[in-house]
């Protein structure tokens, strides 16, 4: 375990880990600038200030919706310091640190320094990711949970140990209650142990039974809280275009997308840079679910389950 974390000595590892700190500055930088709530926060703030504990766990009223065990954090850190606005984005600001961290170890392992030190420009200043980790929404927390995800995938070792499993039973279940797409990430953890070739019916089966128990967590939060928010009128109308009923192929979800491009062109001033983007991504998932079909899964069923 010594020398793990020592300081990089080499020029490629003291570019990563001076993008990080680049990173965490510019979050603080606008943290500490304590800009006013926005409707939506206001609106969540008055969720967590007016309810108890529990009551955080059923639908929200002032037309508002996030994770229960996020809400419930939050509270906690308002009793013990106040119900200031720099209290409520605390969370989310730690969640944006730790991200960082975690993503470059995650990069760490596949990069040398310069490759990470690039990685981690592009994360730490990306004007969402700033955003989200600065404000009183749960979107950072669906960041960590996801970049977690990640890391601990390729760190514990397919044949699942007990202690491995619990580790992720319990890391499943607090991120379902946490982040709202932690399903879907969690579907490509699933993906991504359960693909070797020559199946190790024991490790396989512990792995199923992973599955079954974040199931049963999501059954759980589908009834408690999800199923009254995704009967009511106004999410149906807000996110009717982007999240209900659409497949590919259907002239709408074409539509939608060649109208998502057009928007991306506008903002970046022209065609090019999100051809890029878009070629870079198609290339880039080829070759990782060519070299490491595992690795492929565990990135990309997440974006395939929304489709």
Known sequence: MQGKFRLPTDAAGISGLLAMLLGMALLLKVYTDNRNLFLDEQNLASNVAERSYAALARPLDYEQAAPPLF????????????????????????????????????????????????????????????????????????????????????????????????????????????????????????????????????????????????????????????????????????HADFLLGMHWGETKFLGIMAQTFADMCMRCKGFLMPACFAGFFAVGSWALLRHRTALGGLFLVPIGQRY
């Open 71 to 238: 809400l419930m954090a939050t509270k906690l850190l308002t009793q013990a310091w106040g119900m200031y606005d720099w209290v409520l984005r605390l969370l989310p600001l730690v969640a944006g640190l730790l991200s960082l961290v975690l993503f470059r170890a995650t990069l760490g392992r596949h990069f040398r320094g310069f490759e990470t030190a690039g990685g981690l420009v592009l994360l730490g200043t990306a004007p969402l990711f700033v955003l989200y980790a600065t404000e009183f929404k749960q979107y950072m927390t669906d960041v960590l949970f996801a970049v977690s995800c990640l890391y601990a995938a390729e760190k514990l070792q397919p044949n699942l140990h007990w202690k491995h499993w619990l580790l992720w039973a319990l890391l499943g279940i607090v991120g379902i209650w946490t982040s709202m797409p932690a399903v879907f990430i969690l579907c490509g953890v699933l993906a991504y142990y359960m693909w070797p070739v020559k199946p190790m019916r024991r490790a396989h089966m512990r792995i199923l039974l992973l599955g079954i128990v974040w199931v049963l967590s999501f059954a759980a939060y589908w009834q408690v809280s999800l199923s009254a928010s995704a009967k009511s009128t106004h999410f149906q109308h807000t």
